[in-house]
């Protein structure tokens, strides 16, 4: 993949004064296909979306009815039922039917998360780490206001913000107007929730099975707290991010990890293998009499 220039993001206590500085290097596109890469997944996520609920009857969902005329004999066309296209546009093949008029449009994963990288290192510009923002304990708008507009500089609820923390996120019933019961168990989503413009996402949202994609073109200011930071670089720092690398990879890595963190010694192993007896009945004894040996090391020290 493309590697762009790393950026400095600062971190900033809650008190909005910066206290140090992260990097941001994330993988993008080239910049001849990012502007593309972008735009086709997030015209298909938007197509993806659309309800297709508008159904209008075709030949096929209607009663035949009787022939509106005889055969023979009366000088006009034959025709066999009213339900016919050919009787205007109430009845027709070509309007909306549901499901059925949906394209079968499919982004490709990796496509997807290469976007999603794309877009967050390109909002380097107004994106603030903060230190502190999991601890959020208050449910009060107010104080939450100020915090942001010390943050990012502008009145909360002017421009489209998002706030991305592992802690802070909740969501209102489909078709009603209250919230979940989950989402009581977030003071920052309880204290923004009728803050214009303001959005919640966790760390784990900002993939392709949700609209993280979206979410992030949409925003004009970026908060993340420090460990959501710290999620999103495993997931997709250049070189290094788990969300472009198959299983085999990844487990590979971990298998490695941990060989540099509890190395042992091939030889000793092989020899203490070679100790274990092949019959069943005497394996047993054996580990018997290592469990009375092991015992009696222990009483001793």
Known sequence: ??????????VLDMQGNQIGEETLDMRTASPE???????????????????????????????KGPKPWKQKGTGR??????????????????????????????????????????????????????????DWSEMKQYPLEEFLEKCTGIKSGEKS??????????ERYKGLSYDTLGSWDSPLYMSGRYINK???????????????????????????????F??????????????????????????????????TERDVEMQVGAAVPLDLWDREKWAEDQRKMAEIEASAE
């Not at 966790?202 to 979410?215: K, L, S």
Request: charged residues 30%; glycine residues 8%; aromatic residues 10%.
């Open 161 to 170: 913000t998002l706030i991305v923390s592992r802690s802070g996120y909740g």
């Open 77 to 134: 066309a034959r025709h066999g039922s009213r339900a016919s296209p050919l009787f205007g546009k109430s009845v027709t093949n070509k309007g909306p039917h549901g499901l059925d008029g949906k394209k079968k449009k499919k982004i490709d994963r990796f496509q997807h998360h290469l976007s999603i990288s794309t877009v967050l290192q390109s909002k380097w510009r107004c994106m603030k780490i903060v230190e502190g923002l999991e």
């Open 198 to 228: 303001l959005t919640f996402r966790r760390p784990r949202d900002i993939d392709p099975g949700f609209d993280g994609n979206f979410q992030l073109l949409k925003a004009r200011r970026l908060v993340i707290s420090r460990e959501a």
């Open 1 to 10: 993949g493309w590697h762009a220039s790393p950026q400095q993001i600062p």
């Open 230 to 263: 710290y999620d999103l670089k495993a997931k997709y720092e250049f070189g290094k991010g788990w969300a472009f690398m198959d299983e085999n990879t990844i487990q590979l890595e971990q298998f490695q990890d941990l060989a540099k963190e509890m190395p």
């Open 33 to 63: 296909t990012a502007n593309y890469v972008v735009h086709e997944v997030n015209k298909v996520w938007v197509y993806q979306q659309m309800p297709f609920s508008r159904f209008i009857k075709r030949r096929g969902d209607m009663k």
